[in-house]
């Protein structure tokens, strides 16, 4: 897994924020895994990203709440799956694991030093697997689909496919899986 995100403006501030709220939510004793763009970027494909998403256990949400409104985020969304927060420039979108699959993804997150930062990231089939829920709720979400295709063209002789094929098979979407995967030849 590579853990070295493109240099530029946004990626200073991100991790700014990841540092933050690392610290925040170990000091609540809250275990949390990245998702989104940036464990994108730890699993090799190197893209912009605006914003840090992270897996926290749904029973976790209250204590990552207070931790996050005391870095003086405020929240813009709470909802028994997801909470959203913002503290100008920084956004944190947090998905609560509540079902068995979320939370076995979040127990199987392994530990990366992003740049000088010990943080846990969900596995790139985990990751493909959001990617792919985010994309089947909303088809709008290209960049969601252009992940998944990067993700798996990096990763490919690495991936457990069956693990993968089961999360689109979860969304009636293996076709797009195998059309995917026969492009990438």
Partial sequence: ??????A???????????????????????SFALIGGVAVNAHGFLRA????DILVLAEDENAVHVAVSALGYETLDRRPDISSYVCPPSRLDVLHARRPITRD??????PVNFRDIQVRVISVEGLIGLKIQAFNDDPRRIRDLDDMIQLL????????????????RLFD?????????????
């Fill in 1 to 6: 897994m590579s853990a070295t995100p493109p």
């Fill in 8 to 30: 530029d403006k946004e990626e200073s501030s991100l991790l700014t924020q990841l540092r933050e709220v690392n610290a925040a939510l170990g000091d609540a004793n809250v």
């Fill in 49 to 52: 990203t605006h914003d840090l």
């Fill in 105 to 110: 993804l979040l127990a199987r997150a392994a």
């Fill in 153 to 168: 063209k990096i990763n490919r002789d690495g991936l457990n496919l069956d693990e993968v094929r089961a999360y689109f």
């Fill in 173 to 185: 979407r293996e076709t797009l899986l195998n059309d995917i995967l026969r492009t990438l030849g």
